[in-house]
């Protein structure tokens, strides 16, 4: 059954996780380096991916012998070699040939699907209900795909300085947030382990 509380306290976490509008310079990012991003895709590809692993993430790790906090260092990794790219303008991630696998990696996963928001999906269903976690996950993929669908114009708003001053300081904090990702993981990985 749907309660309300938990839904707005579960949408609010995951929305704070996912940090889509945080994203937005890397979006803008990724498009200007010609990298086509289809919206409904990487909306559709991230909510199969979050309800995957709200039903069967724990276990699905353990098949592959991978723990939570493993998961959440590599994902950590990923997040700061983009950081780096955005703050000191280099490229670390080679261009495709299909412009268009650009909507998977590095869109859908890791930056809307990534190892924060799995690990905060694993998180929650030890404390709230599954129902609630799933409205709220479809709630915030909804409003991604709004800010996905709207990045060309917010693009255009902000301007080639704007965008590139956005870009530099979101890049810092994507550094700042993979580097705690990593911090308060890794030490639980390496403790696991042994």
């Known amino acids: 059954m749907v309660d309300f509380k938990e839904l707005i306290s ?23 380096k010609g990298l086509k991003i289809e919206a409904a895709k990487a909306s559709l ?23 939570i906090q493993s998961f959440a260092v590599a994902g950590a ?20 040939p299909d ?3 650009g909507t998977i990696v590095p869109v859908a996963f890791p930056l809307i699907a990534g190892a924060g928001t799995m690990t905060t999906i694993i998180a929650l269903k030890a404390k709230y209900e599954a129902v609630n976690i799933q409205i709220g996950i479809v709630l915030n993929i909804l409003f991604v795909f709004l800010v996905l669908r709207s990045s060309d114009w917010i693009g255009n708003k902000l301007g080639e ?3 590139n001053v956005l870009r530099k300081v979101f890049g ?7 580097i705690k990702l990593f911090k308060d993981n890794f030490r639980l990985a390496v ?3 042994k």
């Open 77 to 96: 990794i990923i997040l700061f070699l983009i950081g780096m790219e955005m703050v000191l303008g280099i490229r670390i991630f080679r261009d495709n």
């Open 191 to 193: 403790v696991i382990g």
């Open 172 to 178: 810092i904090i994507l550094l700042a947030m993979a």
């Open 45 to 67: 590809i991230s909510l199969l991916l979050m309800t995957l692993f709200l039903y069967a993430g724990a276990a699905l790790l353990r098949l592959f012998g991978v723990d």
């Open 10 to 32: 579960v949408s609010l976490v995951l929305f704070s996780v996912i940090d889509i509008l945080g994203s937005i310079p890397i979006i803008i990012d990724l498009k200007r």
């Open 161 to 163: 300085s704007g965008a």
């Open 99 to 101: 412009a268009s696998k």
